[in-house]
């Protein structure tokens, strides 16, 4: 067994916080625990062409489309600020309700310009990127 793996094993406390970023205290349950990780800013652009590097992205975008699915998934369409027209669907999910940085449930309205963080995926159904969760928004 490498090092590396040997020592994870041995600490999961350490790798819970080089992961998430916060050990936050056992006796909460697990649906009030706000776990942090790193978001890479990427340009809506660049996901809308699938040319983002990483997996857990923040992305900027204007308002452009709000729908709700017959899934109950709000799906919203963020428009590149660059004015290209191209976009990409943020997703959120009855599971994971998208909430703002006070901890409200976030309302989109057109026009609204907002950053979306989550994960980023190609929907081959549809034959665009998203941003599918959105765990987190914020102006």
């Not at 057109?110 to 990127?129: F, K, L, M, P, Q």
Request: with cysteine; glycine share 8%.
């Amino acid at each position: 067994m490498r090092r590396s793996t040997l020592a994870l094993l041995l600490m999961p406390a350490l790798y819970s916080a080089l992961v998430w970023g916060v050990i936050l205290p056992s006796s909460q349950p697990v649906e009030a625990r706000v776990l942090q990780r790193p978001y890479w800013p990427v340009p809506l652009d660049s996901l809308a062409l699938g040319r983002a590097l990483h997996t857990h992205v923040a992305v900027r975008g204007v308002v452009t489309l709000v729908g709700h699915e017959d899934d109950q998934d709000m799906h919203v369409r963020l428009t590149s600020l660059t004015g290209s027209g191209r976009f990409i669907i943020a997703e959120c999910i009855p599971a994971l309700p998208c909430l703002t940085a006070t901890r409200l449930p976030w309302l989109p309205a057109i026009g609204d310009t907002v950053t979306v963080y989550g994960i980023s995926r190609r929907d081959a159904e549809h034959g665009w990127w998203e941003v599918h969760p959105v765990e987190g928004v914020g102006p």
